[in-house]
């Protein structure tokens, strides 16, 4: 299983890294390493958490380098708080700067949303408000990122369960423009994009006609689950824990019909099922790609 | 707005921030996902205790030690100190030494690299106790009162033998060939631990304790420590790498 075919590729993307192929990735779960490195036509490419491997040495960075070497790697980073109150930690950019020049990486991403406050770190990817002193502080922070790290960077849009009161700007309105001010890309997670509008009543489309899609360097899929909040409204969840449903891959097609073939990476972080049926996901993923690159040469 | 929020984040008794509840969502992934990074690097501890007695520890761990770096395998920390001094366990001080040793499996498997010493002759084995030498970087010791390592592996390895009742254990976890391991240190080895926890030869060892333990005893218990590459060559550490 080959990548679609490059020369029916949408151009790379003028501002983001860019240089993910154009074809599936797989989030690289420790369980499905051995049998995909065994066989990397699997895949395209692959994604990592930088945290993951911040070792000083050992068996992980070996690890590190037989994935870099097998596939273009994407490093996907969860602990900068891109959005947060507080200055960067130089700390973590020296870590996450070690990491890039080891792996030499063909993408970095980070998120659009705070992690850190006041010396602790919440292991999660917490909302911002959308208001102009926080576009501000993002842009300060992913230009100082992007210097530091000598990579333009891609950065993603978030899946949230609240929204402020204070939020002035409209949520692709606000990314479009970091990218521009920035000259960093975007990371479309369909999936996060699917979650925010079922649970803040957005409408996907007006949200996608506010963004210019060639600054998507990568676009993500993955599970959500359903509960009820304390109103009993049916509030979803981004939990990475169950597959890929049917209206996000419905998504993701007309993402890639408007905007063209990109780099897809399936997501997939906790009740890991055996390989055999990401590569399924995977393989719906293909399909919608092949799909959409005949319709483009026709 | 972050002030506050992060502030309810960690204090369950804190009512919801929103009229909808929506906010517990971020409260409960956040105790959830550090719990099971606990779970992740306590295995043994979350056996000997059971499981929902684990769950509640942890979560009142979590409130009272959030996380202070973004690396989740460093998370747990101060775990084993929190054990010690938390009353309803006092009568297991065990349960303490079990989580070092835990712990110390974890940041050893992410430890920096060193080449270790090359023993292959008498000739080289002689020169060893010339070159100033010190723990590998993965190397933690755990001194405890109880049978700790033993009590470790029979929580976690099926065919371990049962914990001597009353036995203190000096335990050795480091980093071998890349995989982390665990072995009971010799009476001996405690002086040559302690003697390379920072650089030194082993020769300077020897001109302090020329008697007891003997001479002899001490050089085949530093051979045996440098063949399994507890102790190394000081010189050979990639500067700037080192935890």
Do not use: C, F, N, W
């Given at each position: 299983m080959s990548g679609v075919h490059p020369t029916l590729?949408?151009?790379?993307?003028?501002?983001?890294?860019?240089?993910?192929?154009p074809g599936v990735g797989i989030g690289l779960k420790r369980a499905h390493c051995e049998a995909l490195l065994a066989d990397p036509s699997l895949v395209d490419f692959v994604e990592i958490h930088a945290e993951n491997f911040m070792s000083a040495g050992g068996p992980n960075l070996i690890l590190l380098d037989r994935i870099a070497e097998a596939w273009p790697l994407s490093i996907h980073g969860v602990?900068?708080?891109?959005?947060?109150?507080?200055?960067?930690?130089r700390e973590h950019l020296q870590r996450l700067r070690r990491l890039i020049d080891r792996s030499s990486p063909a993408s970095f991403s980070e998120h659009l949303a705070w992690s850190s406050h006041d010396g602790v770190y919440f292991n999660d990817l917490l909302p911002v408000v959308y208001d102009t002193p926080t576009l501000n502080r993002v842009i300060a922070n992913i230009n100082e990122a992007q210097d530091f790290l000598g990579v333009r960077m891609l950065l993603e849009n978030p899946s949230t369960y609240v929204a402020f009161s204070a939020s002035s700007w409209h949520e692709a309105e606000f990314l479009q423009q970091i990218a521009q001010s920035t000259g960093c890309g975007l990371l479309l997670d369909v999936n996060n994009l699917y979650v925010s509008c079922h649970n803040h009543d957005w409408s996907a489309q007006d949200w996608l006609s506010h963004?210019?899609?060639?600054?998507?360097?990568e676009v993500h899929v993955a599970g959500h689950e359903a509960i009820q909040d304390a109103e009993g409204q049916t509030l979803l969840i981004?939990?990475?824990?169950?597959?890929?449903g049917e209206p996000v891959f419905e998504l993701l097609e007309h993402v890639i019909s408007r905007g063209g073939i990109r780099p897809v990476l399936v997501e997939r972080d906790n009740d890991i099922p055996p390989l055999s049926e990401l590569l399924r996901e995977t393989d719906q993923v293909r399909q919608i790609l092949e799909r959409a690159a005949c319709t483009a040469v026709l | 707005m972050q002030a506050s929020f992060a502030h309810a984040l960690l204090d369950p008794e804190l009512p919801s921030v929103d009229e909808h509840g929506r906010f517990n969502v971020y409260r409960n992934n956040l105790r959830i996902t550090l719990r099971n990074a606990l779970r992740t690097t306590f295995p043994a501890v979350e056996k000997l205790v059971g499981e929902d007695y684990f769950s509640a520890l942890a979560l009142l761990y979590v409130e009272r030690h959030p996380p202070r770096s973004p690396i989740m395998t460093e998370y747990g920390h101060d775990f084993a100190a929190f054990l010690s001094t938390f009353s309803p366990l006092?009568?297991?001080?065990y349960l303490t030494d079990v989580a070092r040793i835990e712990l110390a499996r974890v940041q050893a498997y992410h430890a920096a690299d060193t080449d270790n010493f090359r023993i292959d002759s008498e000739a080289s084995a002689i020169a060893a106790l010339d070159i100033p030498a010190m723990l590998h970087p993965s190397v933690t010791v755990v001194v405890s009162e109880n049978p700790a390592l033993s009590i470790w592996r029979s929580q976690l390895e099926p065919d371990a033998a049962p914990p001597i009742p009353d036995a203190t254990e000096t335990a050795i976890i480091w980093r071998q060939d890349n995989l982390v391991t665990e072995m009971l240190a010799h009476a001996d080895d405690q002086l040559l631990l302690q003697h390379f926890a920072q650089s030194q030869t082993f020769a300077a060892l020897i001109s302090e304790y020329p008697d007891d333990p003997s001479a002899e005893t001490l050089i085949a218990r530093f051979i045996n420590l440098a063949i399994a590459g507890i102790i190394v060559p000081t010189h050979t550490t990639i500067e700037g790498e080192m935890k």
């Open positions: 590729s949408a151009p790379i993307p003028p501002t983001g890294p860019g240089r993910l192929p602990g900068l708080s891109i959005g947060g109150k507080e200055r960067l930690d963004i210019a899609l060639d600054l998507v360097g981004d939990s990475h824990g169950d597959p890929v | 006092s009568d297991y001080p």
